[in-house]
């Protein structure tokens, strides 16, 4: 068994969308007697903006912590750059790559903005304890340029302003921001955002659109997101993933998935906020 | 100057150095509380582990000795070599004191992954229990004296600098100051650590945030493993020192019941509260003592006399620090969501 096989392809938007980087085959996660995710199989290409869809506690989230390595599916396999990935730890995952944000938001609330970006770049430093008293010359460089790498994304994100600030005392637009930072300061090959814009105005939303259009964009990072707001989904997304109590109901472009019947009947039954 | 003042300077000179100890022993449980959120009660037995271990690897002891012979009816007790260099002999405690930690960590800690504090306590209140049964196993009951070549004896300097201020000479003993200052150092180095090493920063992230922290890619059980290394390092400070003062045996592991009230004082949570809230237990214990010993000055007042106070007065000043502050000098401010 591989992955699926696709042609690279440019979209109009000057995008070069690649071939499988992760497939998700057959996934099925259960708590207890609850079905989270059943026999769920879908891929995830190079460069693409994936969205998963999908009503409150259809398994959106399970599924994202079933790609980061924060649970563990009784059945199904997770395949990675070409290869099965055996059961994993989280730390071990993000060290593969792939970085998250949380729905809930998971900061270190007692470090500035600044100190929580830089724990994402933990997996860059080469230099061990030792090292870094021995070679203390080498050490100081990686700092330096893991700090570059951090200011970097703290333009590129806008959040000059509130470098400083410990993040306990942000407002949560910016918190989501934050996490976003510290998450794309790890150069991730593969993103993932739970919900990235809940909770946010309309105002905010946008510009967190534009942020992970232009991530997308200018790093070619591969992101898959979870989102609530069809329409915002609609703008974004490359491929929509739609999930149903714990089923997959849809799977396709965004014009696909809108048209689907099934897809309409689940979230006509649904109260939008 | 009044006599009285002079000799309360002197006591209170000798409460800051006896505080720092404190501080030392609450600093332990302060890092491993942080980043685990366990409350080790085995703290005060690893300062005593750590102490017979550097004793006896010192003295060349053959450690289960006594469990050897008993087995296989043999006579050893000591290796070829009768002392080893102090510096290697306290190299070798600190490998053990992190294989302890590695062990601590595999065998009893993993397996509580997700289970309520007041489990985990308990299973630090076995660990100290068996830690002790291993100690007595591997190097013995007997007490021991331990001398890694730290001067003792009082200071000459300070004792004749306030003979000539004062007209008194203050005992300060040198072991206290060289204390103090290891124990300054210690910190000053931990604080490094956590500040500016990749490992000291994976340690403030899940101190903070666990799930976060396996977000980035930090290991918990790594982690884990280091601040209980760390926490046997500072226990074989403490250790050292406790057991230079006054030898090494078994009382020694009862300094954690010292760190109680340095901890109520000062947060579990907060290292300068660990050292501030050491000083002045260390220091008020002295003072109190001082206090209701000169008769003429307590028994004037009071009509009697208090004994023993070094036992309990600790806690009463933990207490009614603890009345206005119950968050400790430097905890986070507890405030209940609802
Ligand atoms: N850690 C967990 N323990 C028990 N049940 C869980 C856990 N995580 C999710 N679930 C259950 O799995 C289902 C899907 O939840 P979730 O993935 O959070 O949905 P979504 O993100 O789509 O809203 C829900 O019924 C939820 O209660
Ligand atoms: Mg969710």
New interface residues.
């Given amino acids: 068994m591989t992955m699926m096989q696709y042609e690279p392809y440019e979209t109009p938007d000057g995008r070069t969308i690649g071939n499988t980087l992760m497939e998700m085959k057959n996934i099925t996660l259960r708590f207890g007697g609850v079905v989270a995710i059943q026999d769920i199989s879908f891929d995830i290409r190079e460069g693409e903006i994936r969205a998963i869809i999908g009503p409150n506690g259809a398994g959106k989230s399970s599924m994202l912590n079933v790609i ?1 390595g ?1 649970y563990n599916p009784q059945e199904g396999d997770v395949w990675f750059r070409g290869t099965k990935r055996p059961p994993m ?4 995952v ?2 593969q790559g792939i ?2 944000t ?1 729905q809930n938001i ?6 500035s903005v600044l100190d929580n970006i ?3 770049r ?2 860059h ?1 080469k ?3 030792l090292g ?1 008293a021995i070679w203390w010359g080498k050490a100081e460089k990686e700092e330096t340029l893991n700090r570059e790498k951090a200011e970097e994304i703290i333009d590129f994100l806008e959040i000059q302003s509130i470098r400083k600030t410990p993040v306990g005392r942000l407002p949560y637009g910016l918190k989501k921001r934050v996490e976003l930072a ?2 794309l300061v ?1 150069e991730p090959e593969l993103l993932l955002l739970d919900e990235p814009m809940a909770g946010m105005n309309v105002e905010e939303k946008e510009d967190m659109s534009r942020f992970i259009l232009d991530v997308n964009d200018e790093y070619g990072t591969t992101i898959a997101l979870i989102e609530h707001d069809m329409g915002v989904v609609m703008d974004l997304s490359d491929r929509v993933v739609v999930m149903d109590y714990g089923k997959k109901i849809g799977d396709g472009t965004p014009d696909e998935v809108r048209n689907n019947q099934e897809v309409i009947d689940a979230y006509l039954g649904v109260a939008h906020d | 100057m009044p006599d009285q003042l002079i000799f309360a300077m002197e006591v209170v000179a000798n409460g800051l150095m006896t505080g720092v100890m404190y501080a030392l022993v609450a600093l332990g449980f302060v890092l491993i509380y942080k980043a685990s959120g366990i409350f080790n009660y085995a703290q005060g037995v690893m300062a005593l582990f750590a102490a017979m271990t550097l004793v006896g690897i010192q003295e060349g002891r053959v450690p289960f000795a006594h469990l050897i012979n008993a087995t296989f009816g043999t006579e050893i007790h000591h290796l070829p070599w009768h002392s080893v260099p102090a510096l290697l002999a306290i190299a070798l405690t600190v490998l053990v004191m992190i294989g302890l930690a590695w062990f601590v960590q595999k065998v009893v800690f993993h397996h509580l992954v997700g289970q309520e504090p007041i489990i985990l306590f308990m299973a630090t209140i076995g660990l100290a229990y068996f830690l002790e049964g291993v100690a007595d196993l591997m190097w013995g009951s007997e007490i021991r004296t331990l001398d890694i070549g730290l001067p003792q004896g009082i200071n000459t300097i300070i004792d004749e600098t306030t003979f000539n201020w004062f007209g008194y000479g203050f005992f300060i003993d040198n072991l206290d100051i060289v204390a103090a200052i290891v124990a300054a150092v210690l910190v000053a180095g931990l604080v490094a650590f956590a500040q500016y090493t990749k490992q000291g920063r994976a340690m403030r992230a899940v101190a903070d945030d666990h799930q976060a922290a396996l977000s980035v890619g930090i290991s918990l059980n790594f982690v884990w493993i280091l601040v209980w290394s760390l926490a046997g390092f500072v226990a074989l400070v403490a250790g050292t020192m406790w057991g230079a003062k006054s030898g090494v045996q078994f009382s020694l592991s009862l300094i954690a019941l010292k760190a109680l009230p340095v901890l109520m004082l000062g947060g579990f949570t907060s290292i300068p509260g660990a050292i501030v809230g050491g000083l002045i237990i260390g220091v008020g214990e002295a003072l109190f003592e001082f206090i209701v010993s000169s008769n003429d000055i307590f028994g004037a007042v009071f009509g009697f006399t208090l004994n023993a106070t070094e036992n309990w007065f600790a806690y009463v000043l933990a207490l009614i620090f603890l009345v206005f502050r119950p968050q400790g000098l430097f905890g986070e401010k507890i405030i209940e969501r609802v």
């Fill in positions: 980061s924060f730890r989280p730390y071990l993000a060290r970085a998250r949380f998971a900061l270190f609330d007692g470090m830089m724990t994402g933990l997996n430093m230099t061990g304890f870094q510290r998450a790890a």
